[in-house]
């Protein structure tokens, strides 16, 4: 049994090992396909177990079915069934290759591999290049090779050449070549023969068959080839004979050739026209000349060149042109004008003509023979005719037309030139019109003289002479029918006198008729002179003048004057003088000086007969040395930056003068200022006038005749500088201090300095004295106070005041910062933390400070202890710095000491452990209304931690205090608000910090005030308040949120009850969770020693323990600590510039007390009240939790401050902080003030000594 058992075993596990054999299902097969198709190599396994993967070439291609590496490769098929075929997209010649199948081996079977099977890629050729073994035109006779090539194709492509008419051209050569890459294979097919003309236009086609192409691929290359054009033919010219003016288009044609021909046209060898058109559809090239027939074309040769670039020799057509043209010109030569009796001569005269002209004359209607015809060679090669005409004229023929007459029988031409025959005979008569003869005429009187003339051909001309001398520009003559008139208009002159004008007829008959008249005229004298004797008068010196005048008739009166004033000279004998007048001569003797010179002396002539006067004047010149003027200013002012004008008011003659300006002993030379300010007008301008211009200007004047001296002086005001004479000023303290500063200005008035304390207090200035340029401010008995700057401010009226500034120190002792804010420093002794001891010092001079702990000098070698000095102005603030405080090393007294040399002041700092603070001082009234109460106080000693303050207040009738904490909590300043008017308060204030609270300020002391009494605006004031607020909550609303207000609150006590119960058998170190997520957690080891009492021994109720201090409880029996690193409360204060919440005041009450806060359904939360005035309601309270009264009862102020405050991002968080710690105090139904962070206060958070630890 057990033999068969074990037989059993054995053949079961040799089948379970058949059984998980893998082995092939399927197996790939050989595939040939075109390049870019996909393709699949199946592989089906049967009982896979090993790891399945493809070769490709010998490299593994990898296990996974999308085959990192290879993005077009892929195995593809259901895995379940074995299937791993291998798919390839878009198949490329890099995918030609030898493939298998592999599976690995596993712990049930062996590896297998599948047999080897190829991809076969076809490729057709990439490119088809068909080429000519010149990049040249082909040329009609010529041998060329074209060769064919297929580009990389696999299996190589088979290529065939032939003509586009089918005809496959024979002893092609084929070459198969390797291509671009492995595998691939180029195929070349090259032919010969030889180009014909027949050949040109036609395609050689390359044809290429490969087995992927369905149908073969073309390519094919045009023969261009060229051959000669065939000879021109001309249209458009039937005969050669042609007009000049004729417009001939002419057109020369060359049909044939490649490329078409080239036309040129030419005239006697020069090149008329380049231009031509080809026709490619008829194979011809014309070129149109048109030409405008010239007689110079006359006997021209006309050719048309074709020619191409495979022209042995260009074809030539020639023409040669015969033009028919007429004269350009007839003219008649010679003058038809001659005096009867006399012969005329003509000539009738034509240009060049072909055929020659013919000429006759004519006078008027008779045919003249007497003529002489010649004929010459002419331009263009044509024929000049000539007529020569003799005849003698006579009276009767005058106005006759003489006519040339040229004509051409071979152009039909003919032209007619007639021009009028004059015959010239004298005048008749001629007279003059006047005033007679004999006559006296005044001069200056306008006479008209008119000359007439009768008969004569031409009319005759009249000529106007004047004693002898033809008259320019007289009168144009005036025909009439009876003859022509000439006016002679006269305006008289002294010449007139005893003149003869005679009037002259006659015409190209050339005789001539004559008329005159004399004249005789009255004149005054025709001119004036003055002659001096002496060439250069000087002043003093006598001159002698002669005035004589020019001719007069009558004979003239002479006088003299010099301005106004008549003088008396001797007249001379008379002369007889031109005209047929006579001059007058007088003399005159003058004794002149320098005020003499420019004048003028005035010689007149005057005629009694005619009343008419003729003068002249003699301008006085005498020489003198420069002279000032009296009026020449001497003192001049002026304000610096203006300009300012030096006017110098000097005479001479000559008035070349030259002035030499000297200032300050230097000599001013013109052109020679750097700066440019001098400017030399009429004196001396200057420029941008500065303070150093001002003195002294020396003015040397001279010329030829002597020299003169003149001094100017020139005041500059300008506007005042100053300086500080000694800065700083050092004054000791009770000394007289005495500041200085000088002032350079101009001018100096009494008044212009002036003192100014430059400090933010006002204080009193000492006295104030000036001397002239010094300005003095004397401080008697100087304190602390007087030290800083002063400012001496001087002005003089003159632009802008100038100032300087001055500074005074006062020197003293040192002086320490003290007060309990300096005299004590709290630290945790546990050796983890530091502490700092800061001293404060101010005195001058330099104050060193120096430190002793328990009265023995510091080392500050010592690495525990680190001291930092720090000077602003005479501030020194030293620092030592406590490394790692210890209770028993650092608790100490330290001792700061400053000195300098005018003595020394001392501090004693206590470092200590933290506590509860000291009780603030100094408590007083800042202000009172009717309705609120300003305080202030000073803080003391915070015991090392952050500090808060609580305003506690009653009044008359009371039943307890009440408190409010100040907010911002670290303020000493507050206003409580919602008081009675005309009331009594009693206030106090202490501090509290983590660790308890001090006692009452100023030793329990109380401080009264009465509010005011309330005015009538105050109560409409509030009135309008009162109507606001209804407006903005609803009585139902207040009804409905006081329900359910009381409910939660009520729910919220039930279940904090219940879980304390619950929960009271627990540790208090394993007491991790919370009552209500709104209260602050209670650690382990925390003091509850001190209970719900004030100093006072009065009780407190449990609401009195909180109030709305928005970061942290202040109850004196808090159990909340600092949290040391934890500096995020400080986001939590708002401004309190900007907002004030409004808390209710809490009245005190006696209640039950254990060691936790445990709140029932009768106790009280504080919560935000929602106006500025105090919640007085003695009572109980029940009022809906602070996110359900905030936005109904939150004033305009508060709304619109969280709308703008809460956009800033710490805000924010506070917001939404207290938004979260609202809604979980909802749940809960407990309403508590306390921020989140604070319910996290684990043990490890309190302070060193409250743990229980030893230090």
């Keep these: 049994m057990l033999h068969v058992c074990w037989s059993f075993f054995l053949s079961f596990i040799h089948l379970s090992a058949v059984c998980s054999q893998q082995a092939f299902r399927t197996q790939p097969k050989n595939i040939t396909l075109k390049v870019g198709a996909a393709v699949v190599l199946k592989c089906a396994v049967l009982r896979p177990s090993g790891v399945v993967q493809w070769v490709k070439d010998g490299l593994l291609l990898g296990p996974q079915r999308s085959l990192p590496g290879f993005p077009r490769y892929s195995m593809i098929g259901n895995k379940e069934k074995g299937e791993y075929h291998l798919q390839i997209e878009k198949v490329a010649l890099e995918d030609d290759s030898p493939y298998e199948c592999q599976v690995g081996p596993s712990e049930s079977s062996g590896p297998i591999i599948s047999h080897i099977v190829c991809i076969t890629v076809l490729i057709p050729p990439s490119k088809l290049i068909i080429e000519v073994n010149t990049e040249e035109p082909w040329i009609a006779g010529q041998e060329y090779i074209v060769t064919c090539t297929a580009k990389d194709a696999k299996p190589a492509a088979d290529v065939t050449l032939f003509k586009a008419d089918g005809v496959e051209m024979t002893g092609a050569d084929s070459v198969t070549m390797s291509g671009s890459e492995n595998k691939l294979e180029n195929t070349e097919a090259m032919v010969k023969f030889v180009a014909q003309s027949s050949d040109n236009g036609r395609q050689v086609v390359c044809r290429v068959k490969h087995p992927v192409l369905s149908h073969s691929l073309e390519t094919s290359i045009i023969m261009n080839v060229y051959f000669p054009p065939q000879p021109p033919v001309l249209e458009g010219l039937d005969t050669e004979t042609v007009p000049a003016g004729t417009s001939l288009k002419l057109v020369c044609i060359s049909h044939g050739g490649n490329p078409l021909a080239m036309l040129h046209w030419t005239k006697n060898g020069e090149v008329l026209s380049t231009s031509w058109e080809v026709d490619t559809f008829s194979r011809k090239a014309s070129s149109i000349l048109t030409l405008q027939v010239k007689p110079e074309d006359n006997h021209a040769e006309l050719s048309c060149e074709s020619v191409n670039q495979v022209s042995p020799q260009p074809f030539v057509l020639l023409r040669r042109l015969i033009v028919l043209f007429e004269p350009a010109e007839v003219k008649v030569l010679g003058s038809s004008k001659a005096i009867a009796g006399k012969t005329v001569t003509l000539s009738c005269y034509t240009t060049s003509s072909n055929p020659a002209v013919n000429i006759r004359w004519w006078l008027g209607f008779r045919e003249l023979n007497q003529t002489v015809v010649t004929y010459t060679e002419g331009s263009n090669g044509g024929m000049v005719t000539m007529s020569n005409l003799t005849h003698t004229v006579s009276q009767e023929e005058n106005g006759l037309p003489l006519t040339c007459e040229a004509f051409n029988r071979g152009t039909r031409y003919s032209k007619i030139l007639s021009t009028p025959l004059q015959v010239f005979y004298p005048p008749q008569k001629v007279w003059i019109e006047g005033p007679p003869d004999g006559v006296p005429l005044h001069s200056r009187t306008t006479v008209r003289f008119m000359c007439f003339s009768t008969g004569g051909n031409p009319p005759g001309r009249l ?43 006659t015409n190209d008959a050339t005789k001539v008729l004559s008329v005159e008249t004399k004249l005789h005229i009255l004149f005054p004298a025709i001119s004036v002179k003055i002659v001096s004797k002496q060439k250069e008068v000087r002043s003093g010196q006598e001159l002698t003048l002669e005035c004589i005048t020019g001719s007069s008739n009558p004979k003239a009166n002479i006088s003299w004057n010099l301005g106004p004033q008549k003088l008396n000279g001797v007249d001379q004998a008379l002369t007889k003088a031109e005209y047929g007048g006579v001059s007058v001569r007088s003399v005159l003797s003058l004794l002149l000086y320098s005020h003499h010179n420019g004048l003028r002396v005035t010689c007149q002539a005057f005629s009694v007969l005619l009343s008419e006067e003729v003068n002249t004047f003699y301008k006085l010149t005498v020489l003198y040395p420069p002279e000032f003027d009296p009026n020449q200013p001497i003192l001049f002012q002026a304000k610096e930056d203006d300009a300012i004008h030096l006017p110098l008011m000097v005479s001479a003659n000559p008035h070349d003068i030259d002035c030499v300006w000297t200032f300050l002993s230097k000599e001013l030379l013109k052109g020679k200022d750097k700066n440019h300010r001098y400017h030399w007008r009429e004196g001396l301008e200057i420029w941008n006038v500065t303070r150093k211009d001002a003195g002294q200007y020396n003015i040397n004047c001279n010329n030829t005749e002597g020299q003169s001296n003149i001094t100017l002086t020139l005041d500059v005001q300008y506007a005042p500088s100053v300086r500080i004479v000694t800065d700083p000023v050092y004054v000791d303290l009770g000394q007289t201090a005495n500041l200085v500063c000088k002032a350079d200005a101009n001018p100096l008035i009494l008044g212009m300095f002036s003192w100014e304390w430059l400090g933010e207090e006002e204080e009193e200035l000492g006295l104030q004295d000036e001397d002239e340029d010094t300005g003095w401010l004397t401080i008697a008995e100087v304190t602390r106070s007087h030290s800083g700057r002063y400012k001496c401010t001087v002005d003089n009226g003159i632009g802008p005041s100038a100032s300087a500034e001055v500074q005074l120190v006062v020197r003293f002792k040192p002086e320490i910062q003290k007060g309990v804010q300096w005299s004590k ?19 001058i001079p330099k104050v060193h400070l120096s430190w002793a702990k328990n009265n023995v000098a510091m080392d500050f070698a010592d690495p525990r202890y680190e001291e930092r000095t720090v000077r602003e102005g005479w501030v020194y603030t030293s620092t030592v710095t406590i490394i790692n405080v210890s209770t028993a090393l650092d608790y100490a007294v330290f001792t700061c000491t400053a000195r300098n040399a005018l003595g020394e002041d001392q501090l004693a700092v206590q470092l ?59 303020a000493t300043t507050f206003t409580v608000s919602g008081l009675s008017p005309q009331t009594a308060y009693s206030f106090s204030v202490n501090a509290l910090n983590a660790m308890g609270e001090s006692g009452y300020a100023d030793n329990d002391a109380v401080l009264t005030v009465i509010t005011r009494e309330q005015q009538p605006s105050d109560e409409l004031s509030n009135i309008e308040e009162g109507t606001v607020e209804s407006q903005r909550m609803p009585l139902h609303w207040v009804i409905i949120l006081t329900v359910l207000g009381g409910v939660l609150l009520v729910f919220n006590s039930l279940g904090c009850y219940v879980g304390l119960r619950k929960r009271r058998g627990h540790s208090l170190a394993e007491d991790k969770s919370n009552c209500s997520e709104g209260y602050m957690r209670t650690g382990v080891g925390s003091m509850l020693a001190e209970l719900n009492r004030y100093e006072g021994g009065e009780l407190i109720n449990a609401a009195a323990q909180r109030t709305l201090l928005v970061d942290s409880g202040s109850e004196p029996g808090s159990t909340v600590y600092e949290t040391y690193g934890d500096d995020r409360s400080h986001k939590f204060y708002f401004p309190i510039t900007d907002f004030q919440p409004s808390l209710y005041s809490h009245p005190e009450r006696p209640e039950m007390h254990s060691a936790r806060y445990s709140v029932g359904a009768e106790s009280h939360n504080y919560e935000e009240v929602r106006d500025w005035r105090m919640y007085e309601d003695l009572g109980k309270v029940s009022l809906p939790p602070p996110h359900l009264l905030s936005p109904p009862f939150m004033t305009d102020h508060h709304r619109s401050w969280q709308e703008t405050n809460l956009q800033q991002p710490y805000l924010q968080e506070t917001y939404q902080r207290r938004k979260d710690t609202a809604d979980l105090e909802t749940q809960d139904g407990a309403y508590n003030s306390v921020v989140e962070h604070h319910l996290h206060n684990y043990d490890y958070e309190l302070p060193f000594e409250l743990r229980g630890e030893l230090v």
């Design 825 to 843: 420093v709290a630290s945790r002794g546990d050796g983890s933390s530091n502490a700092e001891v800061i001293c404060q010092a101010e005195g």
């Design 912 to 970: 200590l452990s933290t506590s509860h603070p000291d009780p603030p001082s100094e408590l007083k009234l800042v202000s009172v209304t009717h309705s609120t109460v300003t305080l202030e106080w000073n803080k003391s000693f915070d015991g090392g931690l952050e500090q808060k303050f609580r305003v506690r207040y009653r009044w008359p009738g009371s039943v307890s205090f009440l408190y409010v904490d100040v907010f911002p909590p670290w």
């Design 463 to 505: 000529t106007w002479l004047k004693d002898g001398k033809a008259i320019r520009d007289p009168e144009k003559p005036v025909m009439s029918e009876k003859g022509v008139s000439r006016e002679l208009i006269l305006v008289l002159q002294p010449s007139d006198n005893m003149a003869t004008y005679r009037c002259d007829a």
